[in-house]
């Protein structure tokens, strides 16, 4: 496998095994290392792309009361998910560096 010695075991098996390994060599709290700047990515990503949508969405047509094509759905959709993925990516490189 990937990062073992030729002849020597692999020190992970599995997810669960991995879990155990990590939790008993380097305790349980590293299990949860890097998990707030994780949730705090989810958050702000979550945040823009379902608050944005709408307005978004009425910007993109002219007369929102009417029924709305797909294509519009679908645009409003892609321009507020880059938008987030915009602002929310810095945070997971501090959730990467934070598990590193």
């Known amino acids: 496998g990937e990062g ?6 692999p020190k992970y098996k599995g997810v669960v095994g991995t879990l155990l390994t990590v939790a008993k060599e ?3 709290a590293m299990l949860f ?13 979550a ?24 294509g519009y759905k679908i645009m409003a959709g892609m321009i507020t998910g880059a938008f987030g993925i915009m602002v929310a990516n810095p ?7 934070f598990q590193a």
């Not at 073992?4 to 075991?9: D, M, S, Y």
């Not at 290392?33 to 990503?45: E, M, T, Y």
């Not at 929102?64 to 094509?69: G, H, L």
């Not at 945070?91 to 560096?97: A, E, F, L, Q």
């Open 33 to 45: 290392k890097g998990l707030s700047a994780g949730l705090q990515r989810q958050i702000v990503f």
């Open 26 to 28: 380097e305790g349980p």
């Open 91 to 97: 945070t997971d490189i501090v959730k990467i560096r």
């Open 4 to 9: 073992t010695v030729k002849g020597e075991a």
């Open 47 to 70: 945040s823009l792309r379902i608050g944005l949508y709408e307005p978004v969405r009425n910007f993109l047509v002219k007369d929102p009361t009417q029924p709305i094509s797909i």
